[in-house]
């Protein structure tokens, strides 16, 4: 009934900037937490960045001071803008949101995810 579609992924090279894009759609009552999650080859999925409704943030130490996190609640969309990319910035990004539907039912849903690649 809802879903996560992400965009914005790429090639960078070290220094460099991307911008992520994740748009929620469907039956969409309303929406609480909005993230971003990566996971490198052989490594745990790890939170890189939330944002609430409110607009509270949270970060990851690893990425504080060069990413940030924004949401546009009218159009149900998150954002990853990411600045001074490093080679271990490299993963797959994964959006994740806490969705409530329109039958007042709870959704934890999740992208398919997008690769930044990021070389030294």
């Known amino acids: 009934q809802v879903q996560l579609v992400e965009s914005g992924g790429g090639l960078v090279q070290a220094g460099g900037s991307l911008r992520l894009s994740c748009a929620a759609s469907?039956?969409?009552?309303?929406?609480?937490?909005m993230a971003w999650y990566r996971q490198a080859p052989g490594k745990q999925r790890e939170l890189v960045a939330s944002?609430?409704?409110?607009?509270?943030?949270n970060y990851a130490d690893s990425v504080k001071g060069r990413f940030t996190i924004s949401r546009d609640n009218a159009k149900n969309t998150v954002f990853l803008q990411m600045n001074s990319l490093k080679p271990e910035d490299t993963a797959v990004y994964y959006c994740?949101?806490?969705?409530?539907?329109?039958?007042?039912?709870?959704?934890?849903?999740w992208g398919r995810g997008t690769q930044v690649t990021v070389s030294s």
């Open positions: 994740n949101a806490l969705i409530t539907s329109t039958s007042l039912l709870p959704y934890n849903t």
């Open positions: 469907g039956s969409i009552f309303s929406i609480n937490v």
């Open positions: 944002i609430r409704s409110g607009g509270s943030t």
